[in-house]
C-alpha cells in the first residue's frame, strides 16, 4: 500500500504548481485582456486535471491489481 501513497504523493507535486500557474495566467489574462494568455491558463488548468485524473486511475488500478493478488 505504500506505492498507492507515492504515487498520489508525486501526483499532488505535479499538478499543484501547475494548476496555480494556470489560475494565475487565467486571471492575470482576463483582467488585462490577453486573451492568449487566457488560453494558456486555460490550458494549463486543464492539463493539471488531467494529470491529477491520471494519477487517481493509476493508484486505483494498483489497488485492485493487489487486492486480486492477495486474493
Not at 18 to 40: A, E, K, R, S
Amino acid at each position: 500500500m505504500e506505492t498507492n501513497y507515492r504515487i498520489l504523493k508525486a501526483t499532488k507535486y505535479v499538478c499543484v504548481p501547475i494548476l496555480t500557474l494556470g489560475v494565475i495566467l487565467f486571471i492575470y489574462g482576463f483582467v488585462n485582456g490577453f486573451y492568449n494568455v487566457v488560453g494558456l491558463g486555460y490550458g494549463a488548468v486543464l492539463g493539471g486535471v488531467f494529470i491529477f485524473i491520471m494519477g487517481l486511475f493509476l493508484e486505483a488500478t494498483q489497488e485492485v491489481l493487489v487486492r486480486r493478488k492477495n486474493g
